[in-house]
């Protein structure tokens, strides 16, 4: 699989802060990629360097094979970007905006500005200027315009901010159009956690300006503690068992249930122990951690490197 | 570089601040033929008495003084048309031409596209370069349209302060060069862009780009004017002296290679604040 995006060593500084931090990244072509990370992680400081915005202090980047910022423009019409918030000329229209875009954006076919305003949902407004839009329509504009030269790779910083739940469900979907019945690659930054589990099939996490976890959605979630929920008829008497059993590493009793975490697959281990103890089982469901839960879990241990390497 | 060229071309046009300059000077040189008009029987009597005074003798004016190919002559020798109000436009207008872009984010959005940042560059520079020159020119124009229509043709005269009597300019050799001293003017002008552009690309705010360019002519303006030695030594390299040189344009013995001199020192000024402005576009980092 041939790597879209590499960066090895990537590192930005401003003044004293060090924004990036030695990034090794490598994203492969037909990924919906997730970049997380919390405020002031990097995120937007590595997309401006790929982009030739911003000039790295160390290390390397590369663009579909071209190395970035050098020879950017070699491969620029294959590349489309939203970089942070939407920014357009609020005096025309949106229709306008796009099609002035689509002149820089190298080869642009006829009738693209249709097809990307369709896609977006837009068409109906096209003709009203920027300056009346809602945010959610600039953002819809936004990702508008970084399809316009039918790119190879599609850089989207925070594409669903502002959106409704409406417009998450639509960006979603045409994310998934993209990479599916296009073959873009997508690469987008966001907070939206829900989000990038329902859309992403990678996800890498900065913290501080350095990676800190990289892999596929499904290979994370599947990796992560094993939890399961058990409502019992003694729930006092079910923390103290379960605290005696050897694969259990947590418990945490919430509304009637008890959450059992587990030092692996042991489910039915946990269920024949219980009913041994002589507690009546009603019920046992396996408990799946959420992106947010692993992402929490990851900023806090990297909070706490960052604590005790400080 | 030409699709760059006609994006700015667009975005600039259908700006409507970009007429609020035209508007303006038009009323300028409205209420100049008004003053002219509403004046003009005294001008001649003024005219008259300088004319003896200066030469002795009495004399009949039997033509008119106030002709329309006087007011942009008016307006030109009135300097604040020009120098403060033109150039206070096209420093505008030039100055928001990155900063306003930086500050409101456009710029990363046409900077994340595979377009040159020289391109960007020169395609704004030839846009507000041809604006500074038009504004100059409407201003001129405009000033001798509305002269026909309320004043009415004729030679162009005037006192001649410095050499004494006066001077009489066929209408249309005063057309002539009244069309060079203020295509002249509007090179003056392309400097003022050229170096509000420069400033444009190193901060971060168009005001403070337009500021900045006034603030240099007014300095430019005040050290050329002040008769100290230190700053006498200065003078023949300031842009405000060679902008003053294009004046005598309107002479009625025109010293063209005083005149050349002062083009080439006014393109130089401009050349070099455009280079400026390449090159700090090429390495400035895009954070906003």
């Known amino acids: 699989m041939d790597a879209v995006i590499r960066t090895s060593g990537l590192t930005k500084r401003f003044g004293k802060r060090l924004a990036v931090d030695g990034l090794d990244l490598e994203v492969r072509r037909g990924e919906i990629f997730g970049f997380l990370g919390p405020n002031g992680a990097g995120k937007s400081t590595t997309i401006r360097m790929l982009l030739g915005l911003l000039r790295p202090n160390g290390g390397e980047a590369w ?248 | 570089m030409l699709a ?42 003024r005219f008259k008495a300088r004319v003896e005074a200066s030469l002795g003798g009495e004399f009949i004016v039997a033509g008119k003084v106030t002709t329309a190919v006087l007011v942009p002559r008016l307006i030109l020798f009135a300097k604040l048309p020009v120098y403060v109000f033109v150039a206070s436009f096209v420093a505008m207008a030039a100055g928001g031409a990155i900063a306003s872009e930086y500050s409101t984010g456009t710029l990363r959005t046409l900077l994340a596209r595979p377009v040159r940042r020289t391109y960007v560059v020169l395609a704004k520079w030839l846009v507000n370069a041809g604006h500074a020159v038009s504004l100059t020119m409407f201003l001129g124009a405009s000033g001798v349209a509305l002269g026909y229509v309320f004043l009415g043709g004729g030679d162009l005269t005037w006192v001649d302060m410095q050499g004494g009597g006066f001077q009489i300019v066929p209408e249309l050799e005063a057309l002539r060069n009244l069309t060079w001293a203020y295509l002249l003017q509007g090179l003056s002008m392309i400097a003022v862009a050229s170096i509000a552009l420069c400033v444009s690309c190193a901060v971060g705010r168009s005001a403070t780009a337009a500021g900045i360019t006034v603030a240099f002519l007014l300095l430019s303006g005040m050290v050329g004017a002040l008769p100290f030695e230190s700053f006498e030594k200065v003078q023949p390299y300031l842009l405000t002296t060679h902008m003053a040189a294009f004046e005598h344009v309107l002479d009625k013995h025109v010293d063209w290679v005083q005149i050349r001199n002062a083009a080439l020192w006014v393109g130089g000024y401009a050349a070099t604040a455009l280079l400026g402005a390449i090159a700090i576009m090429n390495r400035r980092e895009i954070k906003c």
């Not at chain 1, 929920?229 to 945490?252: C, I, K, M, N, S």
């Not at chain 2, 601040?17 to 008004?34: K, N």
Request: charged share 25%; glycine share 10%; proline share 3%.
């Open chain 2, 4 to 45: 760059a060229w006609r994006v700015e071309l667009t975005k600039f046009y259908r700006h409507r601040s970009t007429y609020a300059g035209f508007v303006l000077l038009l009323g300028m040189s409205s209420l100049v033929v008004w003053g002219a008009a509403k004046d003009a029987r005294n001008q001649e009597r």
């Open chain 1, 63 to 310: 663009l579909l094979g071209a190395r970035v910022p050098q020879e950017r423009l070699r491969v620029g019409a294959q590349v489309g970007a939203l970089v942070e918030a939407p920014a357009f000329y609020d005096y025309l229209s949106g229709r306008r905006n796009l099609e002035l875009l689509a002149r820089l954006s190298g080869k642009c076919e006829r009738g693209r500005v249709d097809e990307v305003l369709e896609l977006v949902g837009l068409r109906d407004r096209q003709r009203d200027r920027v300056g009346a839009y809602s945010h959610g329509m600039k953002q819809r504009l936004g990702i508008a315009q970084a399809l316009l030269p039918k790119p190879a790779l599609v850089i989207l910083d925070e594409p669903a901010s502002g959106l409704d739940p409406q417009g998450l469900v639509e960006v979603r979907e045409l994310m998934r159009h993209l990479c599916e019945e296009e073959g873009m690659t997508v690469f987008l930054s966001s907070h939206l956690l829900h989000e990038v589990e329902l859309i992403c099939t990678d996800v890498g996490v900065v913290s501080q300006g350095r990676l800190i976890r990289r892999g596929k959605v499904a290979d994370l979630l599947s990796r992560s503690a094993s939890q399961a929920d058990v409502h019992v008829d003694d729930l006092a008497r079910a923390v103290e068992v379960a605290h005696g059993l050897p694969y259990v590493t947590g418990t945490e009793a919430r509304d009637g249930w008890l959450r059992v975490t587990l030092a692996g697959e042991m489910i039915a281990d946990l269920n024949r122990d219980l009913v041994a103890a002589g507690l009546g089982v009603s019920a046992l469901a396996p408990a799946r951690s959420t992106l947010e839960e692993i992402y929490l879990t990851l900023m806090a241990e990297s909070a706490h490197a960052g604590g005790l390497a400080g």
